[in-house]
């Protein structure tokens, strides 16, 4: 399996807090993607990044900011969560690009109250 | 705009019959074309891809799907099904000049009837 791991596998929040999910690969894979996924939606990409400090919007951004200091590491940060933000959050890396094959981690399952 | 349909929100089969998991998509250029299977409380893996070449893609569990470009689908196909292949499958397109956009399917949950 591929290394990706994502933290914290659970997570409850209360509306207006901010919360960070992080993912860590040991792939050293050039490019990493955060997706939600909901039911009858099958996955939005919510930000991705294609180097160390280089990340763009996907089509559900706003809401999110991402981060990337380190190659391994990509955190996702609902800035003031609200109930809409409720979902499952898969992060994914690919070698390069999406023509190449993507790995994913298990998943953050996020509920917003 | 790129878009993925897939046909059938849940397809229940009964084992060792065959199966088909409808895909089409909708794009004014070249793609490349993707199945993935998600396995209860797991992430995605990828199960085959089509980039070029021949249309009839093998990909991992005794799946193969069909690139046809006059329908536009790309249609998954097992001749015989398995209780473990109870799973999500999800269809997924890229561009061929897009290094990060994978536009994906709604899913369609394989049912498998002992």
């Known amino acids: 399996d591929a290394g990706i791991t994502q933290s914290p596998r659970h997570k409850v929040t209360e509306t207006g807090t901010p919360v960070t999910l992080r993912c860590h690969q040991t792939e050293n894979h050039r490019y990493m993607y955060w997706y939600r996924q909901d039911p009858g939606h099958g996955l939005r990409l919510i930000h991705y990044s294609y180097g160390v400090k280089d990340t763009d919007k996907g089509e559900v951004s706003d809401g999110y900011s991402v981060s990337r200091s380190k190659t391994e590491d990509f955190l996702l940060t609902l800035e003031s969560a609200t109930s809409s933000q409720t979902s499952v959050y898969f992060c994914a890396i690919t070698a390069g690009g999406v023509n190449t094959e993507a790995f994913f981690g298990q998943g953050t399952r996020l509920t917003v109250v | 705009a790129q878009s993925v349909t897939q046909l059938d929100s849940q397809v229940p089969v009964f084992e060792e019959a065959p199966v088909e998991l409808r895909c089409n998509y909708s794009?004014?250029?070249?793609?490349?074309l993707f199945w993935y299977v998600q396995y209860p409380n797991q992430g995605l893996q990828l199960l085959l891809k089509?980039?070029?070449?021949s249309t009839l893609v093998k990909g991992i569990n005794g799946f193969e799907a069909e690139f046809n470009k006059s329908q536009t689908s790309f249609h998954l196909r097992k001749p015989s099904v398995h209780i473990s292949d109870t799973a999500e499958y999800f269809c997924?397109?890229?561009?061929?000049?897009?290094?990060?956009?994978?536009?994906w399917g709604a899913g369609t949950k394989l049912i498998i009837k002992p």
């Open positions: 794009s004014s250029v070249s793609v490349y």
């Open positions: 089509y980039l070029s070449g």
């Open positions: 997924a397109v890229s561009k061929m000049d897009s290094n990060y956009q994978l536009i």
